[in-house]
């Protein structure tokens, strides 16, 4: 039983240790005339309760019927005269540095610490440099010590931190500093490698770091399929490989740190068609239209006519952008051109409909009236349009959609002397025209 009893004191002064070193609330400690009396309030876990170590017997009172008391050589028990000396020893000592903790804490640590806000009710303070700390100055001297100069002194010593500029955090942060290399592999799929082609190395769209790029363009002649190109500037980079009548499948790649030599492989594919119809208000098909395709951004162009049933057919069309004239580039018949954004195999471009235009027939023959085939015959209107064309066997041209207005013809034939013609034409009206040409 005494050995239970002295180890539930124990116990208990473990706990009331351990609620003072947990803090909580509030916490009191009293000395009176040899009580110590240690008054801890709420602590975390444990609950409201009070403790007491009693030096003498007959001097403590209940504080409150709801404590739990831990009690060292009371008065009860028949051993109230030993008392324990470590639990009571170290009891002393947390009273003693509560009540020496003013004295025992840095002022800075106890207000506007580097780990505290300022207190309830103060200002924030705005955070001081190493200049603005205010020096202090020794009791009985005049002004500052011998060591401490002041600010226009260039004897005084200061204390410099070393400040990084953004430019140089930049630079140190640069994931693109630094040159590469690519190495890949090419292949065709759906027809035999071509002998001839060429790698394209442009700034990427899409990725990041494409402003440190550079454009590379590597032509191949002898069928090789693997590639490498070295000193390339970290970057984001669009590949493609292109042959001609083969369309090359972009892969973009990142070239930085720890992706210094990266291994892309690099498709073409056979280039496709482009195809669509040309009608007239009422639907009809539009025979021997201009159509001009043309290739963006370079401006290289290509230009087909419509077929009886006023088909357009561009064979063998890369992929890319593309802007689609409805007449030659010179003279078109529709001012607005058609953007194509043009993927292979193949696309069906929609009907296009042409406004009424006018037309001309005409017919070359010499003095005796006879037909003269082979002259060749320009026109060119002064609203756009524009043909040449060339007399058949009965020395006839027959020409539609020419806008409306003055229309110059000029006529040409090795045999025959130069001339020229002016014709007013209406729209919607065909117009027939008889010229004669004289020998040389």
Do not use: C
């Not at 739990?68 to 000592?93: E, F, M």
């Not at 790029?213 to 490989?241: H, M, N, Q, S, W």
């Not at 020395?395 to 002016?422: C, M, N, Q, T």
């Amino acid at each position: 039983m005494e050995h239970k009893s002295r180890r539930e004191r124990s116990d208990r002064t473990f706990r009331t240790v351990r609620a003072w070193i947990m803090g909580g609330q509030e916490t009191r400690y009293v000395l009176v005339s040899g009580l110590i009396t240690v008054r801890l309030g709420e602590a975390r876990g444990l609950g409201p309760f009070e403790s007491k170590v009693e030096r003498t017997g007959g001097l403590g009172r209940k504080a409150h019927k709801d404590s739990r008391k831990v009690s060292i050589g009371t008065r009860r028990g028949k051993r109230a005269g030993r008392i324990p000396l470590l639990p009571l020893a170290l009891l002393a000592l947390l009273a003693l540095a509560a009540l020496l903790s003013p004295w025992l804490i840095p002022e800075g640590s106890r207000r506007g610490g580097a780990l505290e806000g300022p207190g309830v009710g103060e200002p924030e303070r705005s955070p001081r440099t190493v200049a603005d700390q205010p020096r202090r100055t020794p009791i009985g001297s005049d002004g500052p010590t011998s060591g401490a100069g002041t600010a226009g002194d260039s004897s005084s010593t200061s204390l410099q931190l070393p400040v990084s500029t953004g430019s140089e955090r930049s630079e140190q942060r640069d994931p693109f500093e630094g040159t590469g290399m690519l190495r890949g592999h090419v292949q065709a799929r759906g027809v035999d490698f071509p002998k001839n082609w060429k790698l394209l190395i442009r700034p990427s769209r899409t990725l990041m770091g494409r402003e440190h790029a550079v454009e590379r363009t590597l032509i191949f002649e002898r069928g090789e399929e693997d590639f490498t190109v070295k000193g390339l500037p970290f970057a984001g980079y669009d590949i493609e490989a292109k042959g001609a009548g083969l369309n090359g499948r972009v892969a973009s790649v990142l070239l930085r740190k720890g992706n210094e030599a990266p291994f892309i492989n690099l498709i073409m594919v056979p280039a496709g068609f482009l195809e669509g119809v040309i009608t007239d208000a009422a639907g009809a098909p539009q025979e021997d239209v201009p159509i001009t395709l043309v290739e963006m951004p370079e401006g290289g162009t290509r230009t087909v006519r419509t077929d009886l049933t006023g088909t357009y057919r561009f064979d063998k069309v890369l992929d890319g952008p593309y802007e689609l004239i409805v007449g030659l580039p010179e003279s078109p018949l529709l001012r607005e051109r058609k953007s194509i954004l043009f993927r292979s195999p193949s696309l069906s471009f929609p009907n296009i409909e042409l406004p009424p235009f006018a037309g001309i027939d005409v017919r070359v023959s010499d003095d005796l009236n006879r037909s003269i085939p082979g002259v060749e015959v320009r026109g060119s209107g002064t609203s756009g349009g524009s043909f040449t064309k060339t007399t058949d066997a009965g020395g006839w041209i027959h020409v539609r959609h020419v806008p409306e207005g003055r229309l110059r013809l000029s006529f040409s034939h090795p045999d025959y002397k130069s001339s020229r013609a002016h014709i007013e034409l209406k729209k919607g009206e065909i117009t027939r025209h008889h010229w004669v040409l004289s020998e040389r």
